[in-house]
């Protein structure tokens, strides 16, 4: 995974949007956002997945693959909704087994963009509480496998002052502050 901070020029959330300034993984565990490369297995076996997914707690998985294809007409309103800016409260894991994208997420104190670009074999862990957001990159294509502690579910909110006041949001700041 390659890390930095986004130019925040207008444009299509697509492009690269390359600052040119890096951003070291010790800033990204600062903020929580955890990573590794796990290279894609070629038999299907997932030993390395199923051995974090043990060691973090993950009890269910599934895989989304987002394409034109795919998503057909609602396409171009699924990518507005996944960048739009929001939250979870529970962990946000993904395992690109295909293609590639790109998750944007808030630093803090500074509230700037760091874009993290991901490709097959990246695994990214986002704490509750981070506000980010998510799109393709221009080969319009990924395949993810998704890592749930518990049922699966994706619900986003939204920032606004009520979700800057969410207990998981509240939680999340008080962690960062003593890393």
Known sequence: MR???F??????????HDSGNQVDSSVLEKIG???????VPTDGKYTAID????????????IITITKEGLGDSYESKLKIFY??????????????EGSGYFDVRS??????IRCSVVAGDLLVLPPG??????LDEKNTIKAMRLFKDEPKWTPYNRSDATDANPYRQEYLKWIAVV
């Open 130 to 135: 981070i506000y980010h957001r998510f799109t």
């Open 3 to 5: 890390a930095y901070y």
């Open 84 to 97: 739009e800016e929001h939250m979870h409260e529970d962990e946000e894991i993904r395992y690109i087994l």
């Open 7 to 16: 130019d925040n020029l207008s444009g299509d959330q697509r492009a690269p």
């Open 108 to 113: 803090h104190p500074a509230d700037d963009w």
């Open 51 to 62: 051995a974090v997914a043990r060691e973090r707690d993950y009890k269910n998985r599934d």
């Open 33 to 39: 956002v955890l990573h590794w490369h796990i290279p």
